[in-house]
């Protein structure tokens, strides 16, 4: 299975700290993805690495990405009581059968305290 | 509409009973996914339609488990025979993947599916 292995499982820090996720997936991929999901229902995309590149920023996230080790990590920076949610990577890979899936880890939730 | 739209919000049904789940994708994103999210877990990948492609099934866990995609648009997913294991949160997605890549995924809001 392709589906990523995410670090750690619950995450519990307080507002203004940084907090650092990580995801291991299996193999070769086109781009990895991370998305945030509030209360289980519909997950928002937050940031896209293609294979060839290894580090992206968007706002206070920071996202890298090591190809040789197959793991990925999403740092937000300055966290806030509002990040609180669960976070996960996803792969986009090309299956045995030759098509191209979009496959999700195992998600970390992340709790922010005032 | 603007966004990935899922229907109904939830469901209740009794076990046996068949069930089906309508996702309407964003007009203009070839690539729809179908998912699966039980209580406090990952997403469980069903099925993926892209374009005029054979889709890739290899997702589903049994043969209750049915999905189309009519016209390249919208799409339903089937559940024959509801067992309870079945409960869970269904999710569907769209993109404007091709063949080579894959772009970000929109999601829904998901139908909850309660098998009582």
């Known amino acids: 299975s392709q589906q990523g292995e995410e670090d750690p499982q619950a995450l519990s820090i307080q507002e203004g700290e940084n907090a650092t996720m990580n995801c291991s997936y299996k193999?070769?991929?086109?781009?990895l993805q991370w998305y945030r999901q509030n209360s289980g229902r519909g997950l928002v995309h937050l940031i896209l690495?293609?294979?060839?590149?290894r580090e992206k920023h968007s706002g206070r996230l920071r996202v890298t990405l090591d190809t040789s080790k197959k793991s990925s990590s999403l740092l937000i920076t300055a966290s806030r009581a509002a990040d609180t949610a669960s976070y996960f990577c996803?792969?986009?890979?090309?299956?045995?059968?030759?098509?191209?899936?979009?496959?999700f880890g195992t998600g970390t939730q992340l709790k922010v305290e005032l | 509409g603007a966004g990935v739209s899922q229907s109904p919000s939830n469901k209740v049904t009794e076990k046996g009973k068949d069930v089906e789940l309508r996702c309407d994708p964003i007009?203009?994103?070839?690539?729809l996914y179908w998912y699966r999210q039980s209580l406090g877990q990952g997403l469980e990948f069903l099925i993926y339609?892209?374009?005029?492609?054979?889709?890739?099934k290899s997702g589903l866990p049994s043969d209750r488990f049915s999905a189309e995609r009519t016209g390249g648009s919208v799409s339903t997913l089937t559940i024959q025979r509801t067992q309870q294991e079945d409960s869970a949160v269904y999710l569907c997605?769209?993109?404007?993947?091709?063949?080579?890549?894959?772009?970000?995924?929109?999601f829904g809001q998901g139908t909850r599916l309660t098998v009582v």
């Open positions: 997605a769209s993109s404007l993947g091709t063949n080579t890549r894959l772009t970000e995924a929109f």
């Open positions: 996803a792969t986009d890979w090309r299956s045995e059968g030759g098509g191209n899936k979009l496959t």
């Open positions: 007009s203009g994103h070839t690539a």
């Open positions: 339609f892209q374009g005029n492609s054979a889709p890739d």
């Open positions: 690495i293609r294979s060839n590149e």
């Open positions: 193999t070769s991929i086109n781009n």
